[in-house]
Each structure stands twice: as C-alpha cells, then as structure tokens.
C-alpha cells in the first residue's frame, strides 16, 4: 500500500498548531502534585472550573453541589474500581464535550448501547487485521518517515515522525486515495487539535463528515474492500448494522483516539530512552524487552493524564462522598505512579520492572479499542528506530529543556533533536 508522504505543506504545517499547543519550553510536572494528593486521600473533593464542569460533563440539574465540585480519584485500586463500576460512573458526560465534535460514538455511550456498538467496532480491530496492517502498511510508513532523518544524520524526530506517523496509518487504514490525504491531514489535525482552536476545530469535524459520508457511500456501491471503512460497513451483529452516521461518529473518534494519543506515547517512551542512554543501549541488545518497555512507558509518562466519568448515584469511594451529578476525574497519571503498587521508584522509568497492568489504557468496559493497533506501531517505530539508528542520542548542541516532557492531561515533548552514528 503506498501513500503520499509529500501531504503536508510548510505553510500549512499542522504540526506548527500542535506546537503552540503544546508549549515549546514550557515545562510543567504534575507529578509531584500527583504524589502529595496520593499521600493526603485516595479521592478529592476540587472546586471546577466552569470549562471542566463542561468538559467532564458534571450533571445540569443534579445536585447543586455538583456543578461547582469534582472528585478527582488518584490511588491505584479506587481509580481501577471507578473504571469498572461503570453502572455507577457513567461516560455520556463526554457527549455534551467531545460529542459535539465526533457525533454520537462509543467513548460517551453506557450499556446496553456501549456493548452493542463496541461489538461491531471492534470487528475492525482483530488480531489478524493487525498482522496485515503491520506488514501491508505500518512498516512502510514508518520507513518512509525515517528516511530523511537517517540520510540527514539526525533532526527532530518528533516532527519527521512520531507526529505524522499514526494520522497517516489512520488514512491507510481507512484506505483514502493518495490525492485526499494532505487535505485528510490538515482537516484531521484541526478537529484532533480541539483544545487550541474550538472553531476550527468544528469545521474540521464538518468537513469529516462529508468526507467520510461520500466515501461511505462509495464503498457501499463496491463492498467487499479490507479497509476500516468497507469493514465497519459489513460490521453485523445480532442481524444489526451501523448507519452512515454511526460510522461517521467512530471515523471521527478514532482520530483524537488514535492519533493524538499514539504519538504522544511514542515521543514520551523514546523522550525517557534517550534520556537513560544505558535502557536505549539494553533494548538494543535484547529486543525481547521492547513490549515491556512499551507498557512501562506508557505507565511512566501517560500520553492522557486523566479521564472522566458522572456519578449516576450517591457513592462512597476511598472514605469519601460522592454526590450523584458530580463529575469524576480518574487521574491516570497519579494511579499509574502508586507507590503501593510500583514501590519507592513509581516515578522512574524502568524498562526491566516487573510487569503490572497500569491503566494508560483505561480498565473496564471502556479500555482503549486500539490496545494491539497502538502496541503494534509503538513497537515497530522503536524496532526501525534501533536497526536504523546506531548509537542514538540527543544532539548535544540542544538545549534539554526543550525535550522535556510538558503538560497537564496531554503529556509529550515538543521536540526530540536526534544524532546517531
Ligand atoms: C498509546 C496510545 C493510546 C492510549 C494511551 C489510549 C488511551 C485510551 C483511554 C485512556 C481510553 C478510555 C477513555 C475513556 O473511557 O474515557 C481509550 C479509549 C478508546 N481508544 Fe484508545 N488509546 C490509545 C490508542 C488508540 C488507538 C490506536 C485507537 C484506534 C482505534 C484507539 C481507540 C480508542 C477507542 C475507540 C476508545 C473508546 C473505547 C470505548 O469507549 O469503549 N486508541 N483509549
């Protein structure tokens, strides 16, 4: 399968927004505030701001107390219970926030609706899909993107490749025409990049829908295609298909899903590798490491810090009330560091540290759809990474500061200046 990789333009440049975004050289660590909430209480009671109410969805006309307090929840075994008690923790919260961008999909829906939807997504994302995508399109990809900073010598490989990489193994999932894709990219990245610029954010997510309607309709005239399109197209269960609007919501929800999480994790795992040249130096040697070293990545520096849920129902959680209507933070990023369950060197990476579940990928009815889609390209990236990068480094001529890994719930660096050989 072959895509343009010419799609982005420098005046036009999606990844200049992502960067503002994100902040070049401002450098923030939640995670020592993470670790004193931890020590205090396994949940909190925190004072929203009216953009968080909305954002996680607090309850209008649930208890007044509700719309001006949250709960954040940051010990390891309460977040885990909130994310498998979804009875009680409710998800359509996200429909009034996200929902509004992506339409009606899975990530905001509860059971009965949730399981029945997810049933026939998830056909999309089998393991024997998987195995065909790595080698019918990740591979290429990923290799495409290397070659100029190999024949270079080095660069950010942030921007050359961790950034574009999975937005465009989405449009060859989706199996878009090579003529599509520069336009594909820039209306994806505007709708992904909601957090900077709502507006253009929206008509991004405008421009998707009649996109992806039209494509719909094509595939429908030719069934029968592998691609996530024809597949979700085909999707049956208990006699039951989606809708053009049904699949246009998953379409849509899996760009920020996919995309935007992918490269952050990818840039956050080689950001620690670089930085510990002794780790990069033993998954050199013994490759049979690199999925453990994914997974502690992942944990060690989550590309998504928190998530959120609505009580359905008065609750305890940990020794503290929760209201129905209250909004529920589950900080990924400070359960993923307890101490009770990673000891004393929680806040490190450590590529060699037993293997425990953590919950990057959420837990319960609602774990991340794309666990294997997500692995697999992490693992390739890092895999040509080692074969065509010896003696990778940062360029010493770079001030660290701007590598350092930033933000408050979307964690990456901006950029990761690279010499090799
Ligand atoms: C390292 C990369 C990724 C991370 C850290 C990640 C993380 C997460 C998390 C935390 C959730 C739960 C959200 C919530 O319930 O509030 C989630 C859900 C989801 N993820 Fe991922 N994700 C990643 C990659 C992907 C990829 C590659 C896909 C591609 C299909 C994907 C598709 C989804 C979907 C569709 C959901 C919604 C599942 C549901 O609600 O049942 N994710 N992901």
Redesign the pocket.
């Known amino acids: 399968m072959h895509q343009d990789s010419s799609a982005v333009t420098d005046e036009d440049d999606p990844f200049a927004a992502f960067d503002l975004a994100v902040g070049v050289g401002k450098v923030q660590n939640p995670y020592p505030h993470f670790a004193q909430m931890r020590e205090q209480a396994a949940v909190h009671r925190v004072a929203l701001r009216a953009r968080e109410a909305v954002i996680g969805g607090a309850a209008k006309g649930g208890s007044p107390d509700a719309e001006l307090y949250g709960y954040t929840v940051v010990r390891y075994p309460e977040a885990l219970g909130v ?1 498998r008690d979804d009875a009680t923790f409710s ?1 359509a919260g ?1 429909q009034a926030s996200m929902g509004v961008m992506l339409g009606h ?5 509860d059971r009965p609706e ?1 399981t029945h939807y ?1 049933g026939l ?1 998830q056909q999309a ?1 089998s393991r024997g899909a998987m195995h065909r995508w790595e080698s019918e399109l990740v591979r290429e990809i990923v290799d495409r993107l290397l070659d100029p900073i190999v024949e270079a010598g080095g660069g950010d490989i942030v921007k050359a490749v961790t950034f574009p990489l ?1 937005m465009q193994v ?1 449009g060859g999932m989706f199996g878009l025409p090579d003529a599509d894709l520069n336009s594909f990219h820039r209306e994806a990245i505007a709708m992904v990049n909601m957090g900077h610029d709502w507006d253009r954010a929206l008509q991004g997510s405008r421009w998707l829908h009649d996109y992806f309607l039209q494509l719909i309709q094509q595939r429908r005239a030719e069934p029968g295609g592998g691609d996530i399109i024809s597949v979700l197209i085909a999707a049956e269960e208990d006699g039951q298909r989606l809708d053009d609007e049904e699949i246009i919501a ?1 379409l849509r ?2 760009l920020p ?3 935007d ?2 490269y ?2 990818t840039s956050n795992l080689l950001q620690g590798l670089l930085r510990r040249p002794e780790q990069l130096e033993a998954l050199r040697t013994d490759r049979s490491l690199i999925p453990k070293a994914i997974e502690e990545g ?1 944990r060690w520096e ?3 810090t928190a ?3 609505t009580a359905t129902r008065d609750v305890e959680v940990g020794g503290t009330d929760i209201p129905a209507g209250s909004m529920v933070t589950v900080s ?1 990023g400070a359960a993923n560091h307890d101490q009770e369950r990673w000891g004393p060197t929680a806040e490190d990476l450590d590529i060699r540290r037993p293997s425990m579940a953590h ?4 837990n319960g ?7 294997q ?2 692995r697999m ?2 693992r390739v990236f890092l895999e040509r990474v080692l074969d065509r990068m010896p003696r990778l480094r940062m360029d010493p001529d770079v001030d660290p500061a701007r590598s350092e890994i930033s933000g408050l719930v979307f964690r990456s660096p901006a950029e990761l200046r690279v010499v090799f050989g």
């Open positions: 994310l998800s996200y999909s899975i990530v905001s829906m949730h997810r997504i994302f999975p989405i998953f929800n899996m899903a996919a995309a999480t992918t952050r994790a992942l989550s590309p998504i998530i959120a849920r990924i919950l990057s990928f959420a009815p609602h774990v991340c759809l794309g666990i889609l997500a390209e992490s």
